[in-house]
């Protein structure tokens, strides 16, 4: 495994600025997510650092050794695409095998044998090895997808959005197990998502990503607690967090603030609130419910626990937590 770091990179294609001066730095045995919308540059970042896209400008280092100039299959990364990349008319064995009956690493039978029953085991597809690629579920399909990058000892593993072609079930379990296998190989992954569960669930560092720009870089608790702008708060957390227009409300202002965002977590339900609301929709979400709210000057969408039961178009008092409130300024920059 490497440590991965882009220095002053610079992707253009025609017109559109795919990355505009991106510095990040991925350190060796570190599981790193790139959070953005569609468009972001999250699938280029990862091109550029396999060399199927080449940088404008800039410099890519593995443990500091320049790599501008060194061809895709001398980087020894391993890449999981978003859509399945299995031969079909293989066995899951051979599909596992693929990677390590390459020319370059030339894999006597018994290593082969060993890391392909090894990692067949961590996905739970050890029963599937004599199956072609064809008689497999979709998930199954994507665990043999995931497991063909596994068997391999990269640099880098770097993964593309694997888990949004699955259902709600299946990607929840594939979090848990990509994240325990990472630990085990102790194996650098940069991963990009869309989806904020994704990246708070895994990750040990996040990078959020907007219009080719990297906006922030934390911990997925450094991220949601304390984003630098409206912006990379909107990217965590669901419900999304609440952000008020001061002109519109009795929140008193801070710096020059024109905006002021809470999570819905922190906004409470009780006699003693300042803010006269009414209830807008319910939704019942288990152990809790979440409650959108409105009136003349504040909408916005609580998060509570009680066992309480709520009616469409009823008036609660609310009370929003201060110490957790956050500030912007006209632009959505944090203050």
């Keep these: 495994m490497a440590s991965i770091k882009l220095e002053n990179v610079y992707k253009n294609f025609g017109k559109t600025t795919a990355l505009k001066n991106l510095n990040i730095e991925i350190f060796n045995g570190e599981f790193f997510v ?15 650092i396999s060399g199927l896209e080449q940088p404008d400008r800039g410099k890519i280092f593995f443990d500091k050794e320049i790599m501008n100039d060194v061809q895709p299959a001398f980087r020894d990364t391993s ?3 978003q859509q399945f990349s299995l031969y079909p008319h ?10 390590l009956r390459s020319p370059l690493r030339k894999e006597k039978k018994e290593v082969i044998d060993k890391k392909v029953t ?7 597809i050890d029963s599937k090895l004599k199956n072609k690629a064809t008689q497999l579920s979709g998930g199954e399909m994507q665990r043999v997808s995931l497991g063909r990058a596994l068997v391999r000892n990269p640099n880098i593993y770097l993964m593309d959005e694997p888990l949004s072609s699955l259902d709600a079930k299946l990607r929840e379990e594939l979090r848990i197990e990509l994240k325990k296998i ?6 650098t992954i940069l991963y990009v998502t869309h989806d904020h569960v994704e990246a708070t669930t895994m990750a040990d560092r996040i990078g959020v990503l907007k219009d080719g720009v990297l906006s922030q870089v934390g911990t997925p608790e450094e991220i949601y607690d304390n984003p630098n702008s409206i912006y990379v708060a909107n990217r965590l957390g669901s419900p999304k967090i609440n952000i008020f227009d001061l002109d519109k409300t009795k929140i008193p202002s801070k710096n020059k603030a024109t905006h002021a ?57 609310i009370a929003l937590n201060n110490k957790k409130m956050l500030y912007f300024d006209n632009n959505g920059m944090r203050i």
Excluded: C, H, W
């Design 34 to 48: 790139l959070l953005g919308p569609t468009g972001a540059g999250k699938t280029t970042t990862l091109r550029i």
């Design 79 to 81: 890449y999981v695409f």
């Design 90 to 99: 293989y066995s899951v064995y051979d599909n596992l095998a693929f990677p």
């Design 118 to 124: 090894e990692i067949a085991k961590l996905l739970k």
């Design 182 to 187: 990472q630990k085990d190989l102790n194996a």
């Design 261 to 317: 965002g809470i999570r819905p977590e922190d906004i409470s339900i009780t006699n003693k609130g300042n803010y006269d609301v009414y209830i807008e929709t319910v939704e019942l979400l288990g152990a809790e419910t979440v409650i959108s709210f409105k009136s003349d000057n504040v909408n916005g969408m609580l998060l509570t626990q009680t066992s309480d039961t709520f009616e469409e178009g009823k008036k609660i008092k």
